[in-house]
Nanobody, 121 residues
Framework: QVQLVESGGGLIQPGGSLKLSCTASGAMSRLYTMSWYRQAPGNQRELVAH???????TYAPSMKGRFAISRDDDRNTLYLQMSNLKPEDTAIYYCTARIEQSDDSLPVVYWGQGTQVTVSL
């Protein structure tokens, strides 16, 4: 059973920085694209950024330049470095990973449970 566990969320003042982590555990033969999504109260879930297994990154326009996604495949961990945070960045942040559990199985997208980020004075 594959699990994704996010950490690093919390309360931060506007202009501050946070680094989120997401670690995958369980039976895995290969990690493909990993992503961060977020969902603010009353809003739809939106893509923040994703990173392929060869390191190519894509960002939502409003976050480009402030957020940086990275991964450490030796640790099966995804990161999101967030800088110059704004109140509108307040949301639950979720990580996803497309994972192949064995060489003879198809990749499946897994989701973490989310971590709350609150940007406020």
């Amino acid at each position: 059973q594959v699990q994704l566990v996010e950490s690093g969320g919390g309360l931060i003042q506007p202009g501050g920085s946070l680094k989120l982590s997401c670690t995958a555990s369980g039976a895995m033969s290969r990690l493909y694209t990993m992503s961060w999504y977020r969902q603010a109260p009353g809003n739809q879930r939106e893509l923040v950024a994703h990173i392929t297994n060869d390191g190519r990154t894509t960002y939502a326009p409003s976050m480009k330049g402030r957020f940086a996604i990275s991964r450490d495949d030796d640790r099966n961990t995804l990161y999101l470095q967030m800088s110059n945070l704004k109140p509108e960045d307040t949301a639950i942040y979720y990580c996803t990973a497309r994972i192949e559990q064995s060489d003879d199985s198809l990749p499946v997208v897994y989701w973490g449970q989310g971590t709350q980020v609150t940007v406020s004075l």
